[in-house]
């Protein structure tokens, strides 16, 4: 088992170098191979046993768990194959993958909505409005994931170059990005700059967003009160009291713009590389995801497709 180790650790070493990060696979794998240690299990691995560790996922690790480990311990022992010619992998989708929640889609008039009751909620506090404001309207018109918005430094917001734009760096996935943002955007953002500037705390850090005494903007402050915001104008999820995550505003962005396509007729096939670079996704699967998020989107899609077949059967 030492040279199991071993090879794991140079498959581990060799996912690092390509920009992979991720704290679970590193877990996973080491317990794959204490239980192979425990199981008695010599070499060649067989499939049967890198199944039956992965359908022993705990509760811990949610409902994507089997079928994650799965995943995980495929590529580890393809990587094993290459030194050991008789290790077996165990074939793709023998673990049921989990269906994906069905995402909320804030509506147009949901998110001007929520904006405005931020001047409701926070109207004695005017940079804490306005950090509100701003945040939910730049996730909305923007697509940013909270994370990269909220780690913003004042160097990565260009308000002033043509077309104005924003540096995420070092993101999900280890990639970076430029973001170009619509001009009425940039006019917000400078707004908020404005504000901030008047605070007497805002030197204190370089972070875009701020809250109390100059401090970075935490996720769970936009959190909760994106909650109040919710409770009060009645958005809330079915299955729970709490509404939907910020992560939906996102997921609107990209159904709307994927709508707005479609309607002007815009050749969406050779736009949709654009608009996953553009989301920063690491490849075009989470990208064609949104195609089927709407019952509207369908709709425009299978019209077109219905506009094509017709004038296919007149040639």
């Not at 560790?53 to 995943?71: F, I």
């Amino acid at each position: 088992m030492h040279t199991l180790n071993s090879r794991l650790e140079a498959y581990l070493d060799l996912r690092r170098s390509l920009g992979y990060e991720a704290p679970f696979e590193k877990h996973a794998l080491r317990d794959f191979v204490d239980y192979l240690v425990a199981q008695g299990h010599p070499c060649p691995i067989r499939a049967e046993v890198a199944l039956d560790w992965a359908r022993q996922a705990s509760a811990r690790c949610y409902r994507t768990g089997a079928a994650k480990r799965l995943r995980l311990v495929r590529g580890f022992l393809s990587h094993l194959k290459a030194f050991e010619p008789e290790t077996e992998i165990p074939l793709p989708g023998l673990v049921a993958e989990p269906r994906r929640p069905k995402a909320h889609l804030y509506s147009p008039e949901q998110i001007t909505h929520m904006m405005a009751v931020t001047r409701l909620f926070w109207e004695a506090d005017p940079l804490r409005q306005k950090t509100i404001y701003t945040v939910i309207g730049l996730l909305a018109s923007s697509g940013l994931r909270i994370r990269e918005a909220l780690q913003l430094t004042l160097d990565q917001v260009h308000l002033d170059d043509v077309p104005p734009y924003l540096e995420i760096r070092n993101t999900k996935f280890h990639k970076s990005r430029l973001v170009p943002i619509h001009p009425t955007t940039a006019e917000k953002l400078r707004e908020y700059q404005a504000e901030r500037q008047r605070d007497r705390y805002a030197w204190r850090f370089n972070t875009f967003f701020i809250s109390y005494h100059g401090r970075p903007l935490h996720y769970l402050m936009i959190r909760k009160a994106l909650h109040q915001i919710q409770s009060h104008v009645g958005i809330a999820k079915t299955f729970k009291q709490q509404g939907p995550a910020l992560h939906a505003l996102r997921h609107a962005f990209a159904v709307e713009r994927l709508l707005a396509w479609y309607r002007a007729g815009v050749d969406v096939r050779t736009q949709m590389p654009h608009l996953s670079v553009y989301l920063g996704h690491l490849g075009m699967v989470e990208t064609y995801r949104y195609l089927s998020a709407t019952p509207e989107l369908l709709t425009v899609i299978g019209e077109i497709f219905g506009r094509y077949a017709q004038s296919g059967d007149r040639t």
